[in-house]
């Protein structure tokens, strides 16, 4: 793939961000090769970007119709920088919005999030941003995009995300082992496909039996999917 090679050499010329791995970006073409996406969510602007478009070409010569990503970034100087650095046939695929990133939540999970991105039928995300400090008290959390873009979709949306354990962990809280799957040997967890329906709430539970004074505690918390039928009651 000499010419997307050349490509991704070329922007990062411009920029002294690492971003992604090389296996990632391998990893990033060949899904988005194997699956097709038509509408991609880039959640942090990198190589990334030039990575995900040169898929979408690919795909479009061989007629499957030219997809297009949004990519979000929060950091201002850092988008100017990514917009003047994207390769000029690329500006016809690739939308590059600046929104600041602030906190939100997910029923009791506390997230950071970007402020605004574009209402479109996302179909396939690719979750490496924000950057997961709270802007507020610098809390470190996890993104929580990806699970507002899910709750809003009646069509089956498809995810990789980045390397970080708090987002995996609230990803597989809120879709389950199946739909969010850590891969060890790429370091990423697979989402999806998934809609708003397979997102899962929290069951309500009774904490007192596991308050001990002066002693240590494990508060539990249980998922269920809402067409689950809560346990009986106990008598007592």
Known sequence: MTTLWSAMMEYTKGSDVTGASMSDFLTLYQH???HKPMEILELGTGVSSVVLAHALL?????????????????D???????????????????DIRH?????????LFR??????????PYDFVFSDGPERHSPVNNDKLFD??????????????????DNHYLTFYVLQK????????????????????VDKSHARHLRKENFIPDLRLFA????KLRMALDDEKPPPRKNG
């Open 216 to 219: 240590p505690t494990e508060l």
């Open 32 to 34: 988005v090769r194997s």
């Open 174 to 193: 809120v879709f389950g082992i199946k739909h969010a799957r850590y891969s060890v040997s790429h370091r990423l967890m697979f989402v999806g496909p």
């Open 58 to 74: 690919d795909n479009a010569n061989e007629g499957h119709g030219l997809g297009h990503i949004t990519s979000m970034e929060e």
């Open 144 to 161: 929580l995009d990806l699970i507002l873009i899910v709750m809003r979709s009646d069509r089956p949306v498809r995810a990789i995300v």
């Open 76 to 94: 201002e100087n850092w988008h100017r920088t990514a917009v003047e650095n994207l390769p000029e046939n690329l500006h016809r695929i690739v």
């Open 111 to 120: 997230g950071v999030r970007y402020t605004e991105i574009p209402d479109r």
């Open 99 to 107: 929104s600041p990133k602030i906190d939100g939540a997910y029923k």
